[in-house]
């Protein structure tokens, strides 16, 4: 067992490293930075998948929304607006014995169990985040040892996370890099408390938040950071996990 280390995909590449048509010319993001919001929910929730990467993704697959349902070879008529219609949804979807993926980053239904969730568990934001992580860092492990190139690895984690294969789709794994990150979480924003009564030395003070995790993840290199590898570069326990193919509202069919 190898000392904790990173795996080497430089953040300095940004979508470079995801896009087969980019040169090194344009060698840049594609988007501003994500904003605080979505990037704390990631940091906190999924730590060893780069923010910027799960940003991308859960704007292609949801749009930023918690209780967004894709179905295989179907659409919804419109998506859930909160917990009560995704959970009629799904089991609506459950007795026509549709496939089908849920929440920020689209997990599949028959991944849930695998990663100990529920229909209900997996609408949560940070419980969603984190298993698709698990999934996609899962893709990743599988494509590292295939590809001798980082870039190419992360191609291929992204088209395992879409379609379960490492090749089929390399068209969603583009599309992925040419999103703007989801900045926030649609109804997930903390509603400001007013004070009744204001201290004596003027405006209330709100506590600072602390900088410290924050510093940390700037600091970070990689799109994904593995804990405990093998000599080889197999993460342990890796398995062939992946997300079914999708077809989730706001994202595009692959090609």
Not at 70 to 96: C, F, M, S, Y
Not at 162 to 178: F, I, M, P
Request: hydrophobic fraction near 40%; include cysteine.
């Amino acid at each position: 067992m190898s000392p904790i280390k990173s795996l080497v995909v430089p953040l300095a590449l940004g979508v470079m490293l995801l896009s087969a048509q980019a040169s090194q010319a344009d060698m840049q993001f594609a988007s501003p930075p994500v904003a605080a919001s979505f990037v704390s929910l990631a940091q906190a929730c999924a730590p060893d998948v780069h923010h910027a990467l799960l940003g991308r993704v859960a704007t292609v697959e949801s749009s930023g929304n918690p209780f967004a349902i894709g179905v295989v070879g179907g659409h919804l008529a419109r998506q859930p607006k909160n917990l009560p219609e995704a959970l009629a949804t799904v089991k609506a979807l459950d007795a026509g014995g549709w496939n089908y993926s849920m929440g920020l980053v689209q997990v599949n239904v028959h991944n849930l169990a695998r990663y100990g969730q529920t229909t209900e568990s997996i609408f949560e934001p940070c419980t969603n985040l984190k298993t698709g992580a698990a999934i996609l860092k899962a893709c990743y492990a599988r494509a590292k040892p295939q590809f001798a190139q980082a870039d190419d690895a992360v191609r291929a984690a992204l088209s395992c996370y879409y379609s379960g294969d490492l090749t089929r789709g390399a068209a969603y794994a583009q599309k992925v890099a040419a999103a703007v990150p989801a900045s926030g979480v649609q109804g997930a924003q903390p509603i400001e408390v007013v004070p009744d009564v204001r201290p004596a030395g003027g405006p209330a003070r709100r506590a600072a938040a602390r900088p410290e995790r924050a510093a940390k993840s700037a600091a970070k290199d990689d799109w994904f950071t593995t804990y405990g590898d093998d000599e080889d570069g197999q993460v342990n326990g890796q398995g062939s996990d992946s997300r079914k193919a999708v077809k989730a509202s706001g994202a595009v069919d692959d090609q």
